[in-house]
């Protein structure tokens, strides 16, 4: 009688051991650029030029082509669906209300101690179409779960 109860409370532990923990992850950093009529976002590797030529686009909105959003995310735990990216989008003013945009992306089932990157980009014709990007906000989404969210201060 004493072994069983020995069993049953060993079982029970290891039970509590073995159970698996629902995704947890968020949204670290969500970087916007412009890119230019080449496609690119800067003219050489380095991080300085690179915020220097995101300035001269900023000022000079004719020499824009589009915008890529690189993102910095992390999840950790079991993911129950699959990872997804979502980038929603709000442009100029065209009549009452800002048009809107949401761009999905699927993410390959990474988890861990470190954080991975991932780029969404909107192309010339679509870009033109919104008006320019006025405000923004990416979340982490595990099937129907949200598990982060980063977002522009007008949002």
Known sequence: MRGSLKILVLLALL????????????????????LDTKGRT????????????????????????????FIQWKAKGQVATGLT???????GVQGELPKGLILESKLPPKTG???????????????????????????????????GEQRSYLW
């Open 15 to 34: 039970s509590g051991i073995v159970t698996a923990h629902a995704a947890t992850g968020k949204v670290i950093k969500v970087l916007p650029q412009f």
């Open 42 to 69: 800067s003219l050489t590797p380095s991080l300085y030029d690179r915020d220097a030529y995101q300035a001269v686009l900023r000022v000079h909105p004719e020499r824009r082509s589009g915008m890529r959003f």
């Open 85 to 91: 990216l979502r980038l929603e989008l709000r442009g």
């Open 113 to 147: 101690w470190f954080s991975h990157w991932a780029d969404l980009t909107i192309n010339e014709e679509t870009y033109k179409e919104l008006g320019g990007v006025t405000s923004w906000r990416v979340t982490l989404w595990d099937g129907e779960k949200m598990l």
